[in-house]
């Protein structure tokens, strides 16, 4: 429980790595303290990430759900309604778990993409960022956030890359990047 | 276990929120695959932080110790030379873990702040990255991470504060800064 104090609204943005990694550390500290936690993740995939084992040894209070989002460019089959229309969903799942009052944090993993991306309107965000509980701290990650959602939160990192492998022709791997 | 590819210098540095809590996702994944942990904090303090209590509930290999370094400029009955002593059994320590060969992660949680402020030598610290077997990935993070370092680094990513709500008069709060 985090108590009566207002929940903060986190933002960690930027082009380098660490965004989604430093979600999943809040993670580690608010289910140390029994917190109760939700993790929706922006993303397409059907793989099982690190995060998803990791967290599955976990004894605390967590959802982690991957909503099957993902505006994939290279992919010619989709058109852009049917990625506005899984982002929807999506979103209408985020929004529900966020008004639920269920949860102590809640995590919207990538979810600055799909607004970037023009998936989500950035009024929707701007109203759930409102509108949510007072007590539940809610955590925005994903690169390119929006102004007005910079604005509306309490604390908000750039992760800058300062270096980063793929710049020496390494790949993401197992572990590190997901 | 990492396999047989080269571990990575992964460091977190940058005067804004999230480079420990990044490191500690990259933790979950990492034991999400099943590696073999440690976490080694350069920092003081004897109450229990998010990350103990959150960590303590998994079931991973998972060692995470504080080291009792930190340079408590306002604490006038420690010497310097105390404090450089502290930090040396610390990087003894820290040292014997990496190359111990008994981790597939190993972080140095705040190593960036006590080699800046001269209580650990940046050689040492440049000798560690060049000597540390060859498939353990090892994070650095704190703020003010040497030239050297990021130069010898792999990946390297600045939190870069964009808002903190220290400036509206907030403090630190357990569940997200500790």
New interface residues.
Partial sequence: M?GN?RG?V?????D??????????????????G?RVAVLQFVKGTWR????????????NLVLRKLGVGFVTWHPKKSFEEHVEAARKAWEEAKRAVLSDEF??VVLDELNNATRFGLIPVEEVLWLITNKPRRL?LVLTGRGADERV?EA?????????????FE?G?WA????D?
């Fill in positions: 985090s104090q903060l986190i933002v960690y943005t930027g380098g790595k660490g965004k989604s990694t430093a979600a999943f550390g809040l993670v580690v500290r608010a289910l140390g303290y917190w990430t690190g995060e998803e084992r990791g967290f599955a040894k976990f004894g605390g102590d944090l701290h910079i939160a309490d604390l908000v990192t750039e992760m800058k890359m300062v270096k980063h492998p020496h390494e791997r197992a572990g590190i997901y």
